[in-house]
Every structure is written in structure tokens, then in C-alpha cells.
């Protein structure tokens, strides 16, 4: 499984741009990278996932370097409700359903 | 759509005893997945039922044991508590017809304490 690398911790501004770095240089090509995130006292919520390709959802955008070792998950206009542990989750597709394997993600404080 | 839901909220228990832990997945959802995730920490993955049976197991000794139902709800059973059992258990349900997308939604979580 590939490892990962992500900060302990960022801080950032209401309605700012936020970047959340990942690196995952033992990624293998088939690999799919995940993101989830945790909001306080909740469950994991799924926020965006990529191959290759930079991806957009209504949630985030999702920036894959050309080598793939590592991504970037872009909070375009970060709030309040963003404060959460941000999880990067390199998946072996296998063709079938496989399980996740949590780091221990990236805190993010967002500052009103 | 009630999502994943998991009962009980919150669980004390002794060492020694016996827990039994309750999922149901969201509408349309037939694999189910369990996680343990003690404080301060990542979610670690127990194991996951696709039609009734266990499809994939994580690094847990064979204290945790579970079950799916005809209904794809799904029961996780822990024997012989430990305290370092004591944690956060999130159940996540997904689709197998979504194919390579792995969008596993999560419930809100059993708090077990074990004393």
C-alpha cells in the first residue's frame, strides 16, 4: 500500500483559497487517490477522488502532479464549516470494492 | 435517505465482556465496512461483508467477528474486551455497482469505553 505524507496541521482564513498537500511517491499507476475528510464528531465524508487527470466537484478541486507522487486538494473559498482532519487515500483499484487506509490527515483551523 | 445510521451512540462496557455493535447502510448500499479509530488517530479498517460474508479482513485479532444480513445490515461483535478496545467504531457502507469509484459513506460512530 502507498504511504503518504501529510502535514499534521494548516491554519487558514475564512473565504480564503486553501491548499492541503499530499505526497505519495510509492504510488502505484493504478492507484486512485482519494480524499476524504472528518468534520468534528462525525464520520469520514468522501470530498473528491483522481486518477491522473486534475478533477473539480462541487466540494473541492483535486491537483495530480505529472509524476504522481504527490496531489494537492484545493478549498477554493474556504469557511468556517471546512474545519475538519483532511485524509489523502491512495486506493489499489482491484475490481472490487477495496478498504481505505487512513493516515492521520492534515487538521485544518479555518480563523473567521 | 437516512444515510448510515449505527446504534448505540455511546457503549460502556467491562473488560471481559461482550459488545455488539449495529449498521444499516445507506438505501441501495450492499457492502459494509467496519473501522476502529481511537483517539487522535486515523480510522484502521476491521473488516468488510459483501453478500453475507467477509470479504476482506484487517490486521484485528479474531475477538472482532461480525455478520451480514439478507437486508445488507451488518452486525460487529467484539469478545473478551480489552481496554485498548475502547474507541470509536464507524461503520461505512458502498456500492459494488459504482465499480472502481471507492465512495464509502460513514456513519456517525459507536463511542465504546471499556472500563
Redesign the interface.
Known sequence: DAKTTQPNSMESNEEEPVHLPCNHSTISGTD?I?WYRQLP??????VI?GLTSNVNNRMASLAIAEDRKSSTLILHRATLRDAA?Y?CIP?N?G???????????TKLSVKP | DAGVTQSPTHLIKTRGQQVTLRCSPKSGHDTVSWYQQALGQGPQFIFQYYEEEERQRGNFPDRFSGHQFPNYSSELNVNALLLGDSALYLCASSSEDRGFINEQFFGPGTRLTVL
Open positions: 486512485y482519494h464528531s462525525q464520520g469520514p465524508e468522501y477522488h482532519v485524509y486506493e483499484y475490481g472490487s470494492q477495496g478498504n481505505l487506509i487512513f493516515g492521520k490527515g
